[in-house]
């Protein structure tokens, strides 16, 4: 069983930045794709970044603002997340990204908040 332990988030002030960090308890992590998931208050969880062997991917309301990158040797993965926006705030997560859909693949973690309020 896959553990997936993030951390980084906070709460901050539009314009801020944060950098959040998921360890994966995953052998071969390198082989897997790995995105970064977002849910908002009575929102569906919505994927916003993904990593893979090809590249980077991320929403459209992110691009230009928020950069995934991983560390293989250390089996984790980051988001770095500057001008953040009133609407970021959400519960961040990171999980193994299908191909297809990039739905998560493997277990949550129990996800880290992330609040952008002036």
């Known amino acids: 069983q896959v553990q997936l332990v993030e951390s980084g988030g906070g709460l901050v002030q539009p314009g801020e930045s944060l950098r959040l960090s998921c360890a994966a308890s995953?052998?071969?992590?390198?082989?897997?794709?790995m995105g970064w998931y977002r849910q908002a208050p009575g929102k569906q969880r919505e994927w916003v970044a993904v990593i893979t062997s090809g590249g980077t991917r991320y929403i459209e309301s992110v691009k230009g603002r928020f950069t995934i990158s991983r560390d293989n040797a250390k089996n984790t993965v980051y988001l770095q997340m500057n001008s953040l926006k009133p609407e970021d705030t959400a519960v961040y997560y990171c999980?193994?990204?299908?191909?297809?859909?990039?739905?998560?693949?493997?277990?949550w973690g129990q996800g880290t908040q992330v609040t952008v309020s002036s």
């Open positions: 999980n193994c990204a299908g191909l297809t859909s990039y739905r998560g693949l493997w277990d």
């Open positions: 995953k052998s071969n992590f390198r082989i897997y794709a």
